[in-house]
């Protein structure tokens, strides 16, 4: 299905920056390998797909290449990505009071959520709800969470998103089980929103190791993102391991089970001869026959 840019709001417009160091959003960089330009686009439009899926519609992205071109993109929640052929409309700043404009700026009151009302007991048999989607807004009752996360979000308190992302996927979890559709995408957010915090690299590891495993027995759309998972939690093991081999060692068990799980056998191989190398090998006791061993 081709999504109709036209019905996607000016706004927010992202911009992903391409460079031969790295890629950036918005001026903030995004964690991948220097110089790998197509895992850097992979990497920046997987979190604009959560950004997408944490507003529950397509958003607007500029994507500025390292040669200078500029394209116009729309990114929809289950990471489709559609090339715009006109630029993005532009958006006029908003009017100020005293700007010469004869126009005073009035502040428009926020939209207050309401309540959804408890349905009424049905007399006839209940129809099945048809299967959720991946990337499917989040049902009414959860819209609340998800406009305060997308707040907290869009204003740089990182420490309230995430609360506020553990809370809801708890209340999911719940209420539709580990490998619904809406769990797992209130997990992965959460996954990224770790990630970006760039703090406790141990716990940023072990929560990366179990979205990939929950994304990919849930059969999570799309795959990319999953693969993109299991590639930040090697990355950050890491760095885990440049900074703290005793607990990088702790738990490159459960990382190798998770990459060897995907099928990633370079991956596993690699924590594998690390910790190899990090191990110390254990010394024979000295033989008492041997030369060395008389007195």
Known sequence: MTTDAGQVPATPLYTI???????????????????????????ALAEIRVRAALRGRPVRVTAKEPDGSAWP????????????????????PPARAGDGSGHSAVPVAP?????????????????????VTWGAPLP?????AWARLLAAHGAGDTTTAIALAERTEAALEAEYGPLHPYT?????????LVLG?????SATVRLLVRTALRRRRAGAEPRSETAQVAGNAHAAWRSLAATDPRRALELS????DMLEELGWPGHTQDVVRWVEEATPRPTLPEDPASPEGRT
């Open 111 to 131: 939209v207050v959520p309401v309540a959804p009302v408890a349905p009424v007991a049905p007399v006839a048999p209940v129809v099945p709800e048809p299967a």
């Open 184 to 192: 797992v995408q209130v997990l992965s957010a959460r996954a990224w």
């Open 140 to 144: 009414a009752a959860h819209q609340e």
């Open 73 to 92: 993109l729309v990114v929809d929640p289950d990471g489709r990505v559609t090339t715009l052929s006109v630029p993005h409309p532009v958006v006029p």
């Open 17 to 43: 920056t391409l460079t031969g160091s790295g890629v950036s959003i918005d001026g903030e960089p995004v964690g991948v390998p220097s110089g790998d330009l197509p895992a850097a686009r992979l990497a």
């Open 253 to 256: 068990g459960p990382l190798t």
């Open 197 to 201: 915090r760039r703090e406790d690299l």
